[in-house]
């Protein structure tokens, strides 16, 4: 049989490829159902590759043989042998869906919600998947779980492999991958990047102490990951991938890096988080100097205190932080205790709101408080910037301007106003603090 040569260049949302020799080939998720009938809500669809493919309903004992095109529903489990290879598509489109590597046995958890909203869960028991999605609603989900671990991303491709029932490695492939524990244990993945779940019981499993780099080139040494690079590259979806994979009798045979970009427009695989302008939303200011809603800058009165958020985003789809470069004269700027990643700064006999310090991380979605010195008339400035999970890509900085107004007398001749304390507007309520901090 002639050979198949296939070149394709990998790049962000595109994919070109070439046949040097006649032969046929299967676009990601294609099936040879013919089925273009709506999909019923809570039903996925199994699409056989290679033969060896079986499937147990929910609550059944037994394995049975699969058919391609066959309905699968919340419970089910589909089995490969030592030859199968199979998908399953979760929507009509088929682009969200799980690929099964041989000697793979994976349940279906979760399907769609009532509204029809995806709400895909799957469960791994050994064995190694692919999972690739668009990207994801606020109301929409994707997750695998395996070994006490669950993997969830807003919008990408990962692989789990569980070559035991109690420790699975998930790897990062297009944006970022969220692994939690069963007892909340967190690890955020860039792509590219893997991490490993061990299950000590029902109610622990350890993650890996920081995840750890993997080379394209390994990946790509993979049969199974190397195969579902080139359908998923014959099939348009985005690969944070750039080089020429080589492909003979349908297996890879070797991948050449690309080091110049085919596309000047291609983006960058990781790129820094951004700062929307304006950067600051003000969700409480009673001053009666400044409303609600996006600003450049806080103005209040000495007596009232001011809660605001930053704005941003990550172009990766991943988690990302803020980090305070200078802090104003004019008062002092709080963060709750439990907002940041490099250690719980909360005391259960002191405040829940602490001062920001300069140069630690802050979670992207952290209600902060500037507190205005009393007695205290001028207008100052500080500056942040944000910074990707691995706090080695960062935004350039970002000032915003503090102006407080003085209530009562002010400077040397200064007299206490009545109570001598801020008015401080309670944070909203998914943010509430049990006290305040203390004033100056």
Aim: glycine share 8%.
């Amino acid at each position: 049989m002639a050979a198949l040569l296939a070149a394709l260049v990998f790049a962000a949302g595109a994919s070109l490829f070439s046949f040097a020799s006649a032969g046929a080939a299967t676009l990601a998720g294609a099936s040879n159902s013919g089925d273009e009938q709506t999909k019923p809500k809570g039903v996925a669809t199994l699409v056989i590759i290679d033969d060896g493919v079986s499937v147990r309903r929910k609550g059944k004992d037994a394995f049975k043989p699969a058919t391609d095109g066959q309905a699968l529903r919340v419970g089910d489990t589909v089995k490969t042998d030592e030859t199968g290879f199979a998908q399953i598509n979760y929507t009509n489109e088929e682009d969200t869906f799980t690929r099964l590597d041989v000697n793979t046995e994976f349940t279906v958890v979760r399907i769609s919600d009532e509204q029809g909203n995806r709400k895909v869960e799957g469960t791994l028991d050994t064995g190694r998947v692919w999972n690739r999605t668009t990207a994801l609603t606020e109301s929409e989900s994707f997750s695998t779980e395996g070994a006490g671990a669950t993997a969830a991303v807003g919008g990408s491709a990962y692989v789990a492999i569980c070559l035991t029932a109690n420790n699975c490695l998930y790897i990062a492939i297009v944006d970022g991958l969220t692994v939690t524990t069963v007892d909340g244990d967190v690890q955020l993945l860039n792509p590219l990047e893997q991490c490993d779940a061990t299950e000590k019981s029902e109610e622990d499993s350890d993650l890996c102490a920081v995840p750890e780099a993997v080379a394209l080139e390994v990946l790509l040494a993979d049969e199974f990951i190397a195969k579902n690079f080139f359908l998923d590259a014959l099939g348009g979806f985005p690969l944070p991938v750039l080089g020429i994979v080589t492909v003979e009798n349908g297996q890879v045979t070797g991948f050449t890096p690309i080091t110049t970009t085919p596309n000047a427009s291609t983006p960058p695989a990781s790129t820094a988080p951004v700062v929307e302008d304006p950067a600051l939303d003000i969700t409480e200011n009673n001053s009666g100097y400044q409303g609600t809603g996006p600003s450049d800058h806080i103005e209040t009165s000495d007596l009232y205190d001011v809660y605001f958020g930053l704005q941003g985003s990550d172009p990766n789809n991943v988690q990302f932080y803020w980090v305070f470069d200078t802090t104003p004269d004019v008062g002092t700027i709080y963060a709750p205790c439990d907002s940041s990643p490099d250690g719980d700064l909360c005391d259960l006999e002191g405040p829940s709101y602490v001062p920001v310090e300069i140069g630690v991380r802050y979670n992207s979605d952290t209600v902060f408080r500037f507190e205005p010195d009393l007695f205290t008339e001028g207008t100052d400035t500080f500056s942040f910037h944000a910074v990707n999970a691995n706090g080695d890509i960062s935004s350039p900085p970002t000032e915003a301007t503090v102006t407080v107004h003085c209530v009562y007398s002010c400077g040397e001749e200064a007299v206490a106003a009545p109570n001598d304390e801020h008015q401080s507007a309670e944070p909203p309520p998914d943010k509430q603090a049990s006290d305040k901090a203390p004033t100056q």
